[in-house]
């Protein structure tokens, strides 16, 4: 829709207004900082903030997570022999009161203080990412080195098997809790709830690539509901925007009227001089986030880290990293995982082999030149799920292409028989590529490879031959043939320049849910 700015930021013959971000630090802020960010009085600021879904969950999940680290402690003394060696306390019989206050009150409480200190409960790290699940082992390395530290230095003569057994069916407990939590809120997020609101700040060049970028994941909890433009009016005469725009008019004032609960700063957003420091001292106490999006849109967090210099804060990017231990782990994981399916599947080759045969006569499997790693050309293996004149019949069938760039993709291809359009639907067709992971050709994850007389991979495309092709890879997890062809290098393009192996086996997870949802694929 096309939308219509609030009001222009200048007017004939009126001065230009200073920055809103700037005039909204001038003001006395609601919360009681005066324009240097000084409190005034401690009694005197709102100490309300705005009520927010993060808060009840973190509040609900960290009282779902004691009580099912307290089950951890009952479980280790139902299950374990001997579970009261060390304690000399009766309660009834075999169970000591000691046990059960240390094992059900004592830990779960140490659990809950950990996770606290680790910050488990942050909403910008639930629900999206790796990042809180990080967050959660370390909390639990940490319980477990201070139970062994305590039981070390007061020598005391408990049961190994059931401290052992405590903690790691508490640490089950809570991963299992923290797996169906993450599912509950995805599915509260794709229905418009338990998300943040954002009012995006910059030019609207710099706005608009924040925004799709956000948009492009609906489980982040991100929702931009407008954009507030610091070159004014002229800035989006005439242009079309997915959401309101805003433009000489105070920024706080905006935020206010559209119930953002978050401010992002685009781009090269500037500002007069600690006006963005001064925005944040306003901000404080209200509930409202303040984030800066800098144009490293395709840049994944571990390779950007902010290295503070005289009090002036300089992001470093790092280089990608195609190599070291973890490369060699994703190579000895190809070859071990390509060998044992190959083994397993075995029974489900010979089914699939008969079904061809009986669908349409000739051969089984497909074989076709790729390009993979460095240029290095192969022949890629699938199942045929055409007819074997598909090739002839591709020219008579060219104006029907419905996807763009390298690719070739009808929805209702008449080429493909009738037992094809099922081993497509679900992926079937790509398990012979393991042989190609096995002789080091492809590897489980990575960008498809592409056929060999398409181009020669001219700019930004090339990159993707960096790394070896994939059976699967963040393009196909994240919609495979419903995507254009400039989503599909640009996601190839992010994996190449952010990998690693934890990269690796969260797409793997990913794969799982795409193949048995039937996801663009056809």
């Known amino acids: 829709m096309t939308t219509s700015l609030e009001r222009p930021d200048t007017t004939p013959g009126q001065a230009k207004t200073e920055p809103a971000t700037t005039r909204a630090a001038r003001k006395m802020s609601p919360n009681g900082h005066d324009n240097n960010g000084i409190t005034r009085s401690f009694w005197l600021r709102d100490r309300k903030r705005r009520p927010s879904w993060d808060r009840t969950y973190a509040f609900v999940l960290a009282a779902v997570e004691l009580v099912l680290t307290s089950l951890g402690g009952l479980t280790s003394i139902m299950t374990t022999e001997y579970p009261w060696h060390g304690f000399s306390d009766g309660f009834s019989g075999d169970y000591p009161l000691a046990m059960f206050i240390w094992g059900m009150v004592v830990l779960p409480l140490g659990w809950s203080i950990t996770f606290w200190g680790s910050r488990a409960y942050e909403r910008r790290y639930l629900g999206i990412g790796t990042e809180e699940f990080k967050r959660v082992f370390r909390a639990g390395l940490i319980v477990v080195a201070i139970v062994s530290f305590v039981v070390m230095a007061f020598k005391t003569d408990l049961s190994r098997l059931a401290v052992g057994t405590a903690l790691l069916t508490a640490f089950g407990y809570v991963l ?45 909890g991100l929702v931009p509901t407008g954009i507030f433009l610091t070159e004014g009016r002229a800035g989006a005469r005439g242009v079309e925007a997915p959401v309101p725009l805003y433009a000489g008019r105070d920024l706080i004032e905006v935020v206010g009227e559209i119930g ?145 760039g390298l690719l070739f993709k009808i929805r209702n291809d008449p080429r493909v028989i009738p037992i094809g359009r099922f081993l497509r639907r679900t992926s079937l067709d790509e398990l012979p590529q393991l042989i190609n992971v096995l002789f080091g050709e492809m590897s489980l994850v990575g960008p498809r490879p592409l056929p060999a007389e398409d181009g020669d991979f001219l700019g930004d495309v090339r990159r993707r031959l960096l790394v070896r092709p994939g059976i699967t890879g963040l393009w196909q997890v994240s919609g495979r043939s419903d995507l254009s062809w400039d989503d599909a290098v640009r996601l190839d393009l992010y994996y190449v320049d952010n990998w690693s192996l934890t990269f690796d086996l969260l797409i793997l997870w990913r794969t799982l849910g795409v193949v048995l949802a039937r996801r663009g694929a056809y």
């Not at 169906?180 to 995006?200: K, P, T, Y």
């Not at 074997?388 to 763009?404: I, S, Y």
């Open 260 to 404: 953002a609960d978050t401010i992002a700063m685009c781009g090269t957003a500037r500002q007069e001089e600690g006006g963005l420091r001064k925005l944040a001292w306003q901000l404080e106490g209200t509930g409202i986030d303040l984030v800066v999006a800098p144009q490293l849109t395709d840049v994944a967090g571990p390779r950007v880290h902010i290295r503070p210099v005289e009090g002036l804060p300089l992001l470093h990017v790092e280089e990608p990293t195609i190599s070291g231990i973890g490369w060699v782990a994703k190579n000895l994981l190809d070859r071990v995982a390509s060998a044992l399916g190959l083994l397993v599947l075995t029974p489900v080759f010979a089914a699939i082999a008969i079904a061809i045969k009986i669908s349409d006569p000739g051969p089984v499997f497909f074989r076709q030149p790729r390009v993979g790693r460095e240029g290095n050309q192969f022949e890629v293996w699938k199942f045929r799920t055409m007819y074997c004149d598909a090739e002839e019949r591709l020219a008579l069938l060219a104006d029907q292409n419905e996807t763009d």
């Open 176 to 220: 299992f809790a923290r797996f169906v939590a993450r599912i509950v809120l995805l599915v509260i997020r794709r229905r418009g709830g338990a998300s943040q609101q954002l009012l995006l700040v910059g030019t609207l060049p710099e706005a608009m690539e924040v925004y799709r970028a956000i948009t492009r994941n609906p489980n982040a």
